[in-house]
């Protein structure tokens, strides 16, 4: 049965973001990257996570379970733009609530291609 993609776009989960998370395929773009991750953080998927942080930037772990309270609503992209072929941002809006209340996390996001997949390396979040 058909499931909505996470990231907000209008497409099937396994043809969206599915293909990267659970089917191994890599993201074309940092855009496309960015938009998995998203999915992946609101379905608990910590080791595809880690797996697409640059490793010089990577955290060690994840605790997305010990973090049950937080609901993930929806997600904006602002802008993806691509510096040259191995370098690209990615602003972003993802909304969430944890214990009823609304927030909002406005982020833009670093990425740089190695050996051909777009890995996460930080960010830098915009005050609301």
Known sequence: MPQACPCGKPADYAVCCGRYIDG??????????????????????EAYLLATWHPDFRPAALDLAADSQTKWLGLQVRRHEQADETHAVVEF????????????????????????????VDGDIHSS
């Not at 191994?24 to 998927?45: C, H, I, K, V």
């Not at 909304?95 to 833009?108: C, N, S, V």
Request: hydrophobic fraction near 40%; glycine fraction near 10%; charge should be positive.
């Open 24 to 45: 191994g395929a890599n993201a074309p773009d940092a855009e496309a990257l960015m938009r998995s991750r998203y999915s992946a953080f609101t379905l608990g998927r």
């Open 93 to 120: 809006v993802a909304r969430y609530k944890i214990g009823g209340r609304a927030h909002r996390l406005h982020e833009t996001s670093r990425f740089l291609r190695v050996d051909g997949r777009w890995l996460y």
